[in-house]
């Protein structure tokens, strides 16, 4: 058998052996559950993904727009200052092809994880979600992407609120970001982006 | 640099039975940005990070990867220890006393409230082949350690409720108390039988909350804004913790960890030199427990039981333990626990423990437990004043 060490005596134990009992073994299914408290920042963001909407938070002595939101700032060590509602649109950051599911299945179609930097946020501002409505071979990092929410009456405020990112039709990757910031200051800087 | 290590500032929020309106980060933010503050430094200026967290009361694998952001420890060292908080002080003195850096943060909090099934999670803690198939609940191991501690000591189960009884009360005067309560011994001598002869009163119910210690070496510490409260000892041991042969009656865990502190802070007798005792009582037992296992009753354990009758561990008492509320009143926070005590310890010695202020307290000690079924525990001696031959 591949893989069977061949330095090591004795006979490999088979699934029939356990279960006709012929090996000893104990089993034991703990009951191990959890209600996180979201707290302000994720309470706010998830009662927003419920509405159908991105809400960030603002430092106002760094200047980031960051999301998910938090309220406090990890680069200033203070308290954040503002919520900033962001768009649903944004940018493919980094993504995979993910061919093994989650309990280790080999997939045809590949689940494709992606931090896609959100509009409106700061750069390097994102939150990981997946992508859809796409064939994997054609996606790019750079790639303009659009949320495609759940319809209101199934949203249960979650990130699962977004079904996926889909590409936004006739865009070139990273074109036009300019136009989509709100902010001055970070228009500016989009310029070296486009680049990237 | 000489090896003196002082605390400069501490930040906590209070223990209480819920915390709904903050996530646990939400929560280390405002315990961290207290005790910076408290310290009169900025987050820039700690130098390394301890957070004392046991992954499963999180319900988060690899828990340190949840911790910098709100402590100001992004990009710098840091690491989280799987035991009570005061293993944390424990850290950070040795880190500070190598010489590696001069200023740590140590943090631990509970978010206990968050845990639905909390007695599975402590049956998670029992031997797999052993114990688990058993199917009894794990607290139980404290009935058993409690009747034989009785057996052999002679404290009467009576004593035992009026030690429940002296820390719900106590409480009463911490604002910071989840469970302050004002009890006699007959109304906790009359609660049900959670697990013989322990009673349900005399369980320390969960608490949320979190602490924020600073520490700091000689020179850092005497810059300070608050005044420094000097590490004069500390101690920590594990005993053999296999339930079929360990020692039930005494908390040996405790006593190594005391030697250790003991020496450290050239204490040869505790009842004498030492103010004041924060020790845990998770359950109310362990607080005579672990008040024999710190030298208290040389002579004869049973004496714990009567300095209790005697009302001499009560807050106007000889030898004042748990004037917080300890577990009992202020509520039990986990990892957090002996973090609390320190809290207490320092709020003493600066002088503004409002309403429960022990008089002139100078010295005093603080003893952790982790809990059922763990003999692991140690020992913090804290003082207002520097060693005279430092
Ligand atoms: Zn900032």
Known sequence: MAGQPTNVRGTPVRSADLKKGRVFTTTYVPRIQYAWDTGQAIGRYLEELKNGRLIARRCNNCQRIMIPPRMFCERCFGPTHAWVVVKDTGTVNTFSLSYVSWDVRRLKKPEIPAVIEIDGASKGMGILHVLGNV????????????????????RTGSITDIAYFEPIKGKAPAAKRTAKKPFKAKAKKSKSRKRR | MNGRVGIIGIGYTAAQPTTP?????ELMFEAAQRAYFDAGIDAAEVESFVTCAEDLNTGLSIFDEYTPDQLGAVQKPMHTLTQDGLH???DAVMQIKSGLVEVVAVEAHSKASNILTPDWILDYAVDPIFNRPLGFNPHALAGLEMNLFLHETGITPQQVSQVA?????????????AYPARLTADDTAAGPYAHYPLRETEMAQTADGCVVVVLASDDKARAAASQPLWVRGIGFANDSPTLESRDWVHAEYTRIAAQMA?????????AREIDFFEVDDTYAYKELQHLIALGLYPNRPGEAGRALEQGLTRPDGKTPVNVSGGCLGLGWTLEASGLYRIVELVLQLRGQAGPRQLPGAKM???QSWRGVPTTSGAVAILSSEQKPWE
């Open chain 1, 135 to 154: 064939s994997p071979k054609a996606v790019r990092i750079g790639m303009k992407v659009r949320a495609v929410w759940k319809p209101a009456q199934q």
């Open chain 2, 21 to 25: 309106y903050s996530s646990f980060k």
């Open chain 2, 88 to 90: 944390g002080i424990a």
């Open chain 2, 165 to 177: 009884a002296k820390n719900r009360t106590n409480a009463l005067r911490n604002p910071l108390a």
């Open chain 2, 262 to 270: 003991y020496r450290m802070a050239g204490i040869t007798n505790p």
């Open chain 2, 364 to 366: 005093g000690l603080a």
